[in-house]
């Protein structure tokens, strides 16, 4: 079993930068990909980043392109998501997410083990 815990979240005003990160524990395996993904209320839950096990390939929303860099520390098990040049249209929760398998995955059923979940908050 994996845990992920999100940590970072809160309230900031456009054009400000929050860093998340999302610690792993339990079943140690660096060797997975893991994602972020974001909930605004009322809308499905959308793909905002991606990163292999390596940390070699990411891959990024249109939406945040530019913006935002994910990035990992296997070492210290743990997934970070800066976000920079934050808009209102960025609040949501954002969960972090890890793939068991190789690659570099985007779709959410692609992903076997979520965290709860931090909100962010962005004010115009």
């Known amino acids: 079993q994996v845990q992920l815990v999100e940590s970072g979240g809160g309230l900031v005003q456009a054009g400000g930068s929050l860093r998340l990160s999302c610690a792993r524990s339990?079943?140690?395996?660096?060797?997975?990909?893991a994602g972020w993904f974001r909930q605004a209320p009322g809308k499905e839950r959308e793909f905002v980043a991606a990163i292999n096990w390596s940390g070699g390939r990411t891959y990024y929303a249109d939406s945040v392109k530019g913006r935002f860099t994910i990035s990992r520390d296997n070492a210290a098990n743990t997934v970070y998501l800066q976000m920079n040049s934050l808009k209102p249209e960025d609040t949501a929760v954002y969960y972090c997410a890890a793939a068991l398998g190789v690659g570099l995955p985007i779709r959410r059923y692609e992903y076997d083990y979520w965290g709860q979940g931090t909100q962010v908050t962005v004010s115009s």
């Open positions: 339990g079943r140690n395996r660096s060797n997975s990909a």
